[in-house]
């Protein structure tokens, strides 16, 4: 098929989509509509938030279960910014590469936060970073998501989120990335998200 043929046979299949000439004459006049049909990214895994009362609990279930601490992990955990909700509840959390979102180059760390919120999506709170390494511990070797949150500074003044990552060699740890809003981060970074409930 040449170039051309492909060109009219598209045409025709607007116009039909449209409902002929009347549809296109709605649509000239702007009584008709076109709305982009918004891609629904399914709930990658759901974790439980409020299991624990103290950080310390936190550091000791981890430390059980054989995950390491990375970087200035355990010096987050102490700031004020860090919290644990009240009580236990559900929470979906949505895996999407920075691609997915529709980004066709390196993005910087608030236009990916700001893009996943016209999806439906929301920042992570703190503490999905240790609960996901936790409920999540078979995270295949050489994986690693980062949690997409409102940075935490360290003592060292960093801005810094969560990362869950398991290595080639095995090792299943909780690290940090850059949570820099100027940080910019390639296609294929992958963040989680929390899944926005509809207001009932």
């Avoid at 049909?37 to 990658?44: G, K, M, N, Q, S």
């Avoid at 910087?108 to 503490?127: F, H, Q, V």
């Avoid at 990335?177 to 509809?198: A, E, I, Q, T, Y």
Wanted: glycine residues 8%; proline residues 2%.
């Amino acid at each position: 098929m040449s170039k051309n043929n492909k060109t009219v046979d598209r045409m025709q299949a607007v116009w039909n989509k449209l409902g002929g000439e009347e549809g296109v004459d709605k649509l000239l006049r702007g009584e008709l509509a076109i709305v982009a049909r918004a891609r629904v990214f399914e709930t990658w895994i759901t974790i439980n938030l409020g299991t624990f009362i103290r950080v310390e609990q936190i550091l000791h279930g981890l430390n059980i279960n054989g995950f390491s601490i990375l970087g200035c992990v355990e010096d987050i955990f102490y700031k004020n910014s860090f919290t644990l909700a009240d009580r236990v509840c559900d929470t979906e959390l949505v895996n999407i590469s920075v691609q997915e979102l529709g980004f066709e180059a390196a993005a910087s760390y608030n236009n990916i936060c700001k893009r996943a919120w016209k999806i439906g999506l929301d920042l992570c709170p703190a503490e999905v970073g240790p609960q996901l390494r936790l409920q999540y511990s078979h995270r295949p070797n050489g994986g690693c998501v980062d949690v997409a949150m409102k940075p935490i500074i360290n003592s060292g003044g960093s801005k810094c989120i969560f990362r869950v990552e398991s290595n080639a060699g095995g090792s299943r740890c909780l690290s940090v990335s850059s949570g820099d809003p100027n940080m910019k981060w390639n296609l294929h970074r992958r963040f989680v998200f929390v899944r926005r409930k509809s207001k009932e």
